[in-house]
């Protein structure tokens, strides 16, 4: 008799993700891409995973990834598999960055930042913005210099997308950008290089996230082209802001949420989704989301940063 092994369920085609970093907390931004990206993945009925970047060791708060995950089970956020974590996965990006070698997409660079400033015309105009890579080792190490970080070639040309909550956009990031690093000077793979190849090896199809990353996508885009990687769907949430127009998480550090007091716990969770532009009745985290999941609408989503008082 033939023995048969039990069918296996097919994955669902749809996957979004969340991928904190874990430099702090959760904090109310965070819980926002969490819910938003959550709400993406169920809403299409596919699955939602998390994924911890904790590459740049350099910024990683011991203890926070348990927090964080941890307080995502305490908003009934649960990920359809295990987390993955970047830091135990460098050899699958350290395969992408020699496959872009390989193409001649990738190359030594010698540049210190101190150089690139000195190198800007204006370096007043430069001021907390990112500085365009003049291109000065992109055909080979200057006489005597040793290599620094990696960069990535990037192709000319305009690279356009739909952001589902922004609409169209198009950035040209060889002229606004240019090569940008995909390996840093202290080794560690880059976020952009990580991302790309970690949405693609898990399947990602939607990437939701805050608005603050929308200036990565088409840096992400051109990646994914150079390695032939499917591109999946791009949201960006409101980001939150305080009552300064900064960025929550940036200015005072993270902003912890209240995580064990249960009623503060379903307060936290209203404002997050009625920042995604839904009101529900419930108090109870998983109830909550569920009445969410009925009512969610992607053109209730706004493009604004939300302020909340400091
Ligand atoms: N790890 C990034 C952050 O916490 C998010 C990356 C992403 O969603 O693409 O800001």
Not at 180 to 205: C, H, K, N, P, S
Not at 209 to 214: F, I, K, P, V, Y
Request: aromatic share 6%; with cysteine; proline share 6%.
């Amino acid at each position: 008799m033939i023995s048969r092994s039990a069918p296996v369920a097919p994955e669902p085609r749809i996957a979004g993700r969340f991928a904190p970093s874990p430099t702090g907390p959760l904090h109310l931004g965070s819980l926002v891409a969490a819910v938003g990206s959550w709400l993406f993945a169920r809403a299409a009925g596919g699955s939602w995973i998390v994924r911890i970047e904790d590459l740049d060791s350099t910024r990683v708060v011991p203890g926070s990834a348990d927090e964080i995950l941890r307080a995502l089970e305490r908003y009934a956020l649960t990920s359809s598999r295990e987390p993955v974590w970047q830091s135990r996965r460098t050899s699958l990006y350290a395969e992408a960055l020699e496959r872009l070698r390989v193409q001649e997409l990738a190359y030594d660079c010698a540049c210190s930042r101190a150089e690139l400033q000195r190198m800007a015309t204006a370096p007043s105009m430069t001021d907390g913005a990112e500085l365009v890579y003049p291109g000065v080792c992109r055909s080979g190490l200057p006489e005597g210099r040793s290599a620094r970080a990696v960069r990535f070639h990037v192709p000319h040309g305009i690279i356009a997308f739909d952001d589902l909550v922004h609409g169209r956009l198009e950035e040209n990031v060889a002229q606004q950008v240019g090569d940008f690093v995909i390996r840093r000077a202290d080794g560690l793979f880059a976020y952009q290089l990580a991302v790309v190849v970690d949405d693609a090896e898990q399947g990602v199809t939607q990437v939701v996230r805050g608005g603050d990353l929308l200036d990565s996508t088409a840096r992400q885009i051109a990646l994914q082209q150079a390695l032939g990687f499917e591109q999946p769907a791009y949201a960006h949430l409101p980001l939150v802001v305080d009552d300064s127009g900064a960025k929550l998480g940036k200015r005072h550090g993270s902003l912890p949420l209240p995580a064990l007091d249960e009623r503060r716990i379903g307060e936290t969770l209203s404002l997050a989704l009625r920042i995604l532009g839904i009101d529900v009745a419930h108090d109870r985290p998983d109830l909550m989301l569920q009445q969410a999941l009925q009512r969610f609408d992607v053109a209730c989503i706004g493009r604004n940063p939300f302020r909340v008082e400091g």
